[in-house]
């Protein structure tokens, strides 16, 4: 069973120079413990069950970019059941450059590890039926997250990838930067590499 | 011979006819005036005409997307991503969604100075038919004002001519001050 920073230090390899949207709590502070801090990654403090709604903006923001960008939300299972009904507009919307990895540990582990009901829930079933390019489970393993993150680097989104993960939670800081901050260093970026692949 | 009625009676149609035409693309001016990339709506009897505009009207054009959402805190986290990619955009609601967005507006584009910009419509107060909306509706204001969300109105008592210059700078000043601003619209008459 793959741990959340395992999964982490994989992902931000596998889409090292694109937009990624970090859901709240752990998910950030363990991305900077294995990282650090990037400027195309975009924080979300706070906002849970936000940042798969936030990434579809981007997404629909972004998709006159560069061919193949690809704007990634790294989401949790707590907060994606909290903002569930933004599945159904991705479905709608269809966003080709969406790839969202849901990293499932069945708890909201930040809070002392309370279940969700995202055991009863089949999370690529519902993506699926809203509409989604594809959505798979992936074993919680190095080489399968490896080989679906490569693929879904290059397939048409929206694309939502289920991986189990375990609770062990590292030790990390809390990340007290200015969201002020945050969100004008996300959106430099996204300029200046804009600008970079004219 | 019967006296003509007093213009303020007739301030259910003006006001109708106000937000339509603060809409068209012959004013220059209003929402068309935005020119908006992106509308994001969610059911309103009372912006039928102008949510008609966006759908299947001259504001419906193949360089603009306009989708319902079906919750506000999702409209909400929607326009900060948008926002977040400098593209422009508005999204159109009742203010009985007003409660169910805040969370969202206070944990996300408030604190991260995101330039959102919102049309509310009004409901509740004289000219409501709905026995239960006005139990949220005419807190609006007050719910707006104690989450220290910028908002400005527009009334039956609002000049004809001041429609569409508001929704503009209500746009305008989300922008210039790097925080959301709403413009609450009243088209029930009080």
């Not at chain 1, 363990?30 to 903006?57: C, F, T, W």
């Not at chain 2, 049309?119 to 006005?134: A, D, K």
Request: aromatic letters at 6%.
């Amino acid at each position: 069973m793959l741990e959340r920073p395992d999964a982490l230090r994989l992902i931000d390899a596998a889409f090292a120079d694109q937009p990624l949207v970090l859901t709240l709590g752990g998910t950030i502070r363990e991305m900077l413990a294995v990282v650090g801090r990037k400027p195309n990654h975009l924080y979300s403090l706070d906002a849970m069950g936000q940042p798969l709604a936030i990434g579809l903006g981007l997404a629909l923001g972004t998709s006159r970019r560069s061919r193949g960008e690809r704007l990634v939300v790294v989401e949790g299972d707590g907060s994606l059941l909290m903002g569930f009904s933004a599945l159904s507009t991705v479905g709608h919307l269809k966003p080709r450059n969406l790839v969202v990895v849901v990293l499932d540990n069945g708890v909201y582990l930040a809070t002392g590890g309370q279940p969700t009901a995202a055991a009863s829930v089949d999370l690529v079933g519902v993506a699926r039926a809203c509409g989604w390019a594809d959505a798979r489970d992936v074993d919680s393993d190095v080489d399968a997250l490896t080989r679906v993150l490569a693929w879904a680097a290059t397939a048409e989104g929206p694309i939502l990838l289920r991986v189990p993960v375990g609770t062990t939670q590292p030790k990390t800081d809390f990340f007290l930067e200015d969201p002020v901050v945050l969100g004008r260093q996300f959106m430099d970026w996204l300029d200046s590499s804009a600008e970079a692949s004219r | 011979m019967p006296r003509p009625l007093p213009s303020a009676l007739l301030s259910h149609v003006d006001t109708r006819e106000r937000l339509v035409r603060a809409t068209q693309p012959g004013s220059g001016r209003g929402v068309e005036a935005i020119d908006p990339e992106f509308v994001l709506h969610l059911p309103s009897s009372t912006l039928k005409l102008v949510l008609g505009h966006f759908l299947d009207g001259p504001g419906a054009r193949p360089d603009r997307r306009i989708f319902p959402i079906p919750r506000e805190e999702e409209g909400i986290s929607i326009l900060s991503g948008l926002a977040l990619a400098g593209r422009r955009a508005v999204m159109i609601f009742q203010d009985n969604g007003i409660g169910n967005m805040l969370t969202a507006l206070l944990t996300f584009p408030q604190p991260y100075h995101l330039p959102l910009f919102g049309i509310i419509t009004r409901r509740g107060g004289l000219g409501e038919y709905n026995s239960m909306i006005h139990t949220i509706s005419e807190r609006s204001e007050a719910l707006l004002t104690a989450a220290d969300v910028r908002w400005f109105q527009l009334d039956a008592q609002t000049p004809l001519e001041d429609w569409s210059p508001t929704i503009q700078r209500g746009y305008e000043y989300a922008h210039t001050t790097h925080r959301p601003a709403f413009v609450l619209v009243n088209l029930m008459g009080g």
